[in-house]
């Protein structure tokens, strides 16, 4: 027999007080924290932060860390829209950048030292020349000394070559040796740092600029009797020595904290040594003969 209309109404009203009971035991649905990392930016921090990835995604299976390059402002441009977690940067922020975060997220932004480098000249190995001291660098990357035998070298006309301006390397190189002077017209842009070490590996002629961590087998130069030595870079001897860093909009949460929290781990700074920069901690016993 066909239940009535009262009948009906009540069976109603029972499921629903049901499913509000579940509701209630189950307590607030909750958002699933997002289980990856997103990070971009410096080309010369590129080969690091792979490797930091790929540790921390050993020791967290089921998080996925992907990594990009592009260039330090690239990095910050990516974090201004959103687009990524963490920047990876080889210069602190500009006042440029820190303007454009506080006026999309209401942030300064941070930064978090993550190791050190030194900004390295690089010559061919059969380029004679060993040692420039700052105001005669100065002068080659400005195109007002044009032949290396000005500097001791061999006769031969100098080939300059530099990173874009979206690169952090470029901008630091501009104010610490240039006294932010414009490079000579005349240099070769390149795109990356592994773009400068072969040219300069294919050019007996050639100049160029990048992190410690790369161009073992070129000629490293000295800078006013200083060489780029981790020793040296990290008592601050060295006068291009400086900071790499992790940027983001605001003090990381979740995954990214986590993962700069790995970076400043003890296996997070043995990787740091292990490609070629120098780690924020007390120096290796054998780092002096390095």
């Known amino acids: 027999m066909a239940p009535s209309a009262r009948e009906a109404l009540l069976w109603q009203l029972t499921g629903i007080a049901m499913v509000a009971a579940i509701l209630v035991s189950c307590g607030p649905t909750r958002v699933p924290e997002p289980r990856f990392v997103r990070i971009t930016g410096s080309d010369t921090m590129l080969v690091l932060a792979r490797r930091w990835a790929e540790?921390?995604?050993?020791?967290?299976?089921?998080?996925?860390v992907h990594v990009g390059?592009?260039?330090?402002?690239?990095?910050?441009?990516?974090?201004?829209?959103s687009r990524a977690d963490l920047a990876t940067g080889s210069r602190p922020l500009l006042p440029s950048e820190v303007q454009r975060l506080n006026?999309?997220?209401?942030?300064?932004?941070?930064?978090?030292?993550?190791?050190?480098?030194?900004?390295?000249?690089?010559?061919?190995?059969a380029n004679v020349v060993r040692d420039?001291?700052?105001?005669?660098?100065?002068?080659?990357?400005?195109?007002?000394?044009?032949?290396?035998r000005e500097v001791g070298g061999l006769?031969?006309?100098?080939?300059?070559?530099?990173?874009?301006?979206?690169?952090?390397?470029?901008?630091?190189?501009?104010?610490?040796?240039l006294d932010e002077e414009d490079y000579t017209p005349e240099a070769t842009i390149l795109p990356t740092t592994s773009a400068v070490v072969d040219a300069v590996r294919h050019?007996?002629?050639a100049v160029g600029y990048g992190g410690l961590a790369f161009a073992p087998d070129l000629a490293r130069c000295a800078v006013g009797g200083r060489p780029p030595t981790p020793a040296n870079v990290r008592n601050g001897a060295y006068p291009l020595a400086r900071y790499l860093?992790?940027?983001?909009?605001?003090?990381?949460?979740?995954w990214p904290r986590r993962f700069v929290d790995f970076v400043?781990?003890?296996?997070?700074?043995?990787?740091?040594?292990?490609?070629?920069?120098?780690?924020?901690w007390e120096a290796s016993p054998d780092e002096a003969d390095r």
Not at 155 to 177: I, K, W, Y
Not at 245 to 254: N, S
């Open 264 to 280: 400043f781990s003890d296996e997070g700074q043995r990787i740091v040594e292990e490609v070629g920069f120098v780690s924020l």
């Open 55 to 64: 540790a921390f995604m050993s020791q967290n299976p089921s998080i996925v």
């Open 155 to 177: 006769d031969a006309r100098v080939q300059v070559l530099r990173r874009p301006p979206n690169s952090g390397t470029h901008q630091l190189f501009r104010e610490l040796v």
């Open 103 to 125: 006026e999309r997220h209401a942030s300064l932004g941070v930064s978090f030292r993550c190791a050190r480098d030194g900004v390295s000249v690089y010559l061919n190995p």
């Open 69 to 81: 390059g592009g260039g330090t402002g690239a990095g910050v441009v990516a974090l201004v829209d």
């Open 245 to 254: 860093f992790l940027h983001a909009v605001r003090r990381p949460r979740g």
């Open 203 to 205: 050019d007996p002629a």
């Open 132 to 148: 420039i001291d700052l105001p005669h660098l100065k002068e080659l990357f400005a195109g007002r000394i044009v032949n290396w």
